[in-house]
């Protein structure tokens, strides 16, 4: 299995950026699709992004689709979230996320193991 840690964190004025990391240990990264999630105050977590596990695929969602950028680098165990000219409703919880299915991953659901969060706020 593998362990996932999110940083990077914190409070920014709308129309700024933030990289957020996700470090794993335990069993090879590289073996894992990933991807991020989030969580906003009473709403249901939701799909952000999500890169497969070579980096050759990414996906997003429709809300940050050129405004959010999913990375990986394998040989640091690391995955990352590049965001840019945020808004106030990209404000919650941002989870990283790792799935092991392999053929039948499907980009916005069916994760096996998750980090703990990290929070995002963004002002107006």
């Known amino acids: 299995q593998v362990q996932l840690v999110e940083s990077g964190g914190g409070s920014v004025q709308a129309g700024g950026s933030l990289r957020l990391s996700c470090a794993a240990s335990g069993r090879s990264f590289s073996r894992y699709d990933m991807g991020w999630f989030r969580q906003a105050p009473g709403k249901e977590r939701e799909f952000v992004a999500a890169?497969?596990?070579?980096?050759?695929?990414?996906y997003y969602s429709d809300s940050v689709k050129g405004r959010l950028t999913i990375s990986r680098d394998n040989a640091k165990n690391t995955l990352y979230l590049q965001m840019n000219s945020l808004k106030p409703e990209d404000t919650a919880v941002y989870y990283c996320?790792?799935?092991?299915?392999?053929?039948?991953?499907?980009?916005?659901?069916?994760?096996?193991?998750w980090g703990q969060g990290t929070q995002v706020t963004v002002s107006s």
């Open positions: 890169i497969s596990r070579t980096g050759g695929s990414t």
């Open positions: 996320a790792a799935s092991q299915i392999g053929s039948g991953w499907i980009p916005n659901r069916g994760y096996d193991y």
